[in-house]
């Protein structure tokens, strides 16, 4: 076995995504895109593969070319441990712009401050900055 890699499957908005994700994530970047073309079976430019990276964690996605009607759910999330409450807010804020709160950004008892949010594409993640230590 090579490697286990999430896999994320979204129905026309995956470019939007690793865009959106990259953006906001220093050290992130695409690393390839497959699209298809005029001849299908998806719709022509949309993702038929692609992989990207978050802060060296590798994932794959893709515009699914078959309608389904199931969609992301919170009991698989992206979890980050944030270095700084600056950045916690701003990661929290920028991903809950058109997304939905689980948990509302707060003081919880296990860490200084967690959020746990929807993103506008469905994807959830949960943002944690640890007590600091000493």
Not at 7 to 34: K, V
Request: aromatic residues 14%; hydrophobic residues 40%.
């Amino acid at each position: 076995m090579e490697k286990i890699t999430p896999f994320l499957m979204f129905q026309g908005q995956a470019e939007e995504a690793m865009n959106y994700y990259i953006s906001l994530i220093e050290g992130s970047g695409i690393t390839s895109i497959a699209r298809y073309g005029a001849e299908g079976p998806g719709a022509e430019g949309s993702v038929m593969r692609a992989s990207f990276t978050l802060k060296g964690q590798a994932f794959m996605c893709i515009d699914s070319n078959i309608k389904h009607e199931f969609t992301f759910t919170p009991s698989f999330s992206l979890f980050m441990t944030c270095d700084s409450e600056e950045e916690i807010d701003r990661l929290y804020g920028a991903l809950m712009d058109g997304g939905h709160a689980l948990m509302p950004l707060g003081d919880y008892g296990f860490s200084r401050k967690f959020g746990w949010l929807a993103d506008k594409f469905g994807v959830s993640w949960q943002l944690t900055l640890p007590h600091q230590e000493g």
